[in-house]
């Protein structure tokens, strides 16, 4: 390592001391793994060449690129089961292969569907219903005398201040306006 001027950063699994990046990789590459292991965990090493696969041709911001891209200049082809099913026959053990690829993608759609209710059921069960506020369309409709007044987290939204640390945290009062949907509504904001 010394000859090929490479910095050795020991780490393990429960104590990680490398450089962030390495540490932030590892995170990925086992976020990969669960999804590509089935529930036995007893393939993963046949898995290996999907998640492989998928981190090399997934885009990182840092690079603005996938690594294969980076690497090769051009973005692989990735629709492997139709390429192989205009050509049934001619390799039978490639269309098995594609076959067993295309039972891990279903199996991974099922787990991703299921997941998705399991957080909607958790997420409607803490949701509180959306608030009522009094607009100016209500007023002009004779449903009330004054139109509510709200304020604004400025967390999104970038100021002229020259420190955010300092800066207001909350920006208003401003006057409510219709409602866009079922939980947003409109705000009438100054000019400025």
Known sequence: MQQLHVKLNMSTAFHPESDGLTERLNQTLEQYLRSYCTCQQDDWVSRLPFAENAYNTSTSESIMGSPFEIKYGFAPQ?????MVSDNKGIHPGSELIVEDWEGTWQEIRETLQQV?????????????????????????HGR?????RVML????LRTKSPMEKLDHKMLG?????????????????PDR
Do not use: C, H
Not at 78 to 82: C, K, P
């Open 116 to 140: 998705q209710e399991r957080q909607g059921k958790w997420d409607d069960q803490k949701r509180q219903p959306a608030p009522e506020y009094v607009t100016l369309e209500d007023i002009l």
């Open 78 to 82: 990735t629709q492997w089961s139709g």
């Open 153 to 156: 987290n400025r967390k999104k």
């Open 144 to 148: 009330g005398k004054k139109a509510d």
């Open 173 to 189: 009062p401003f006057v409510v306006l219709p409602n866009m949907g079922s939980r947003a509504y409109e705000i009438e904001l």
